[in-house]
């Protein structure tokens, strides 16, 4: 519900409250799952309650130590805090646990990028799109951070790369 809500696919009010209570159900049914705490963290997402979203992260982890999405999720979270060290760390243990997952690789690129190490930030990017071409938001960052560098002709063509039409 909550991606249907950020895409425009339904109304934003409706998709929150939708989220609410479909989050609400899975944490009566059990709520020993990390996905039921990652589901309840987007909500509080949603919100903008980040205390909210750090405490369901951190019980999705309790639950599940050994997820990949936990810890990117939770990584993602701590960059969006500023607690950049933190977030790099959490995104290392998402790669530890699969090395070739792409959106690992964005993802700790993502937290590189967040505490302005730009140059790991590219071979993070550039690793996530050896294993999928096809990562849009990896091509984007990417470009992202040559502009950062001043490298402008070529931040401009992994940006416009990740449009998917090269266009």
């Excluded at 039921?36 to 997402?45: D, I, K, N, S, Y």
């Excluded at 401009?156 to 790369?161: A, D, Y």
Aim: contains cysteine; hydrophobic residues 40%; charged residues 20%.
């Amino acid at each position: 519900w909550t991606r249907l809500g950020d895409h425009g696919a339904v109304p934003f009010e409706e998709a929150r409250a939708e989220a609410l209570k479909a989050a609400n159900s899975a944490m009566q049914l059990d709520d020993s799952l990390a996905e039921v705490h990652l589901a309840m963290a987007e909500v509080h997402l949603q919100n903008w309650n980040w205390p909210a979203v750090e405490a369901e992260a951190q019980k999705a982890l309790n639950a599940n130590p050994g997820s990949v999405q936990v810890h990117s999720f939770y990584s993602n979270t701590l960059r969006h805090l500023g607690r950049t060290s933190e977030s790099i760390a959490a995104a290392k243990r998402a790669l530890d646990l699969d090395p070739f997952s792409p959106f690992a690789h964005e993802g700790l690129g993502d937290s590189y990028l967040s505490s302005r190490q730009y140059e790991l930030a590219i071979q993070e990017y550039q690793r996530a799109i050896e294993i999928n071409p096809n990562q849009a938001m990896s091509h984007d960052s990417l470009g992202w951070c040559y502009v950062y560098l001043r490298m402008y002709k070529k931040g401009m063509e992994e940006i416009i790369k990740s449009d998917g039409d090269g266009s």
